[in-house]
């Protein structure tokens, strides 16, 4: 068996997401190849976006959220702003030889971008690879519409349902497996175990607070609200602060002098053990960080969301029983006042949680792939095979102009 999984680099989840998948098939034997899109493009072009969103997502918060919002409403007819356009410019014929020097059983991608290439490929029939589009959020992202001529799309759960429909898929494209995650995550430790491994105090409430592998978002200011919490039931915090140095350097000069003891980390592999360690996680809405928390039947308390997507995925959990959200109104120590005092509250948090939580999401979609590639191709039948007879390097004007007729 042999893959392909097409990535961005745009935040983490993207690549996190392929690595997850990748992890699964090399399980079972098959061997899988992770693409950076932009990166085979143009490397720098590729720097460029992945510095770019992080920048325009932290400082230009409200800048990013215009723009998502005009990409959402934007009506199939407004084509001189599709990326479709742009990445025309891109070298796409030296993607469709790269696909072509192997033969690959399926290709995975996990952004519109690389889907709306391998769609307009397919319906060329420049390649007759099965194609797998790969949600990393738990709503789709403007662009998805144009990936419908993809053979599969795998959605976070079934009530996604409607969405799809709404961007042109049909009900046996759909697959609700899951947004897939480490199989790490599958695998429980009871509380008090994981808290002694951890070398904390395995009789306190926990709490783990997570930025994202950035430390996005103010996290000590957070830390300073949770640490003032005047309540009559001690707890104790785990705080990781990703690759953010001064993030670290700032929350550990607060746990010196806190009131609930404190493990603040920086980037780490222990995450699994600090989800099983805690009663409830505060973070940001990664489609990634609450698929891995719903997979430990862990409530959430949502902050500092991006702007977009993070809306999106905060309204699916809220909308669901899943989460808490602060705002300017209930800040993070209200909500976190809330589940300490309301056994009630979180015991029914988790039962929401289990009615969506996908901890064999990798497994699943693993299976499928497995099936996939021990399924024959069905070639339509065709006077001709178009991608012999027209050269690569002069395919790229008529697809792309093809498409748009």
Known sequence: ????????????????????????????????????????????????????????????????????????????????????????????????????????????????????????????????????????DFTFHPYWEDCTANDYVVVPDRLLLPQARRKGFADDQILSFGIPINPKFSETMPQKEARRFLGID???????????????????????????????????????????????????????????????????????????????????????????ALAKHLPMIIANPIPGQEERNAEFLLNNGCALATSDTCPIDECLYQLLTSDVRLSAMRDCIAAIAKPDSAAMLGQFLEDLAHTPVIEPDTDEDFSKTHPVETIENMYFDLYWE
Request: glycine share 8%.
């Open 1 to 136: 068996m042999n893959f392909l999984i097409l990535s961005v680099t745009a935040g983490e989840g993207h690549n996190s997401t392929a690595r997850a998948i990748r992890t699964e098939l090399e399980n079972r034997g098959a061997d899988c190849t992770i693409l950076d899109t932009f990166d085979y493009f143009s490397p720098e072009f590729a720097k460029l976006i992945s510095e770019g969103y992080l920048l325009v997502t932290e400082k230009a918060k409200f800048a990013w959220k215009f723009g998502y919002e005009l990409a959402e409403k934007r009506r199939a007819s407004e084509r001189e702003y599709t990326p479709a356009n742009l990445i025309k410019r891109a070298g796409a014929e030296e993607l469709a030889e790269y696909i072509r020097a192997d033969d690959y059983d399926a290709i995975l991608f996990t952004h519109p971008f690389a889907g709306i290439l391998l769609g307009i490929m397919k319906k060329k029939r420049i390649i007759t690879n099965r194609t797998v589009g790969i949600l990393t």
């Open 202 to 292: 395995e009789n306190l409430r926990t709490f783990l607070v997570m930025g994202g592998s950035m430390g996005y978002g103010n996290m000590a200011e957070n830390v300073r609200k949770i640490d003032a919490l005047d309540t009559e039931q001690d707890f104790q915090l785990i705080v990781v602060c990703g690759n953010n140095a001064d993030m670290k350097e700032d929350i550990d000069r607060i746990a010196k002098t806190s009131r609930h003891p404190m493990l603040v980390t920086g980037f780490v592999k222990t995450i699994p053990q600090m989800m099983d360690a805690s009663d409830a996680i505060i973070t940001k809405p990664g489609g990634l960080t609450t698929s891995e």
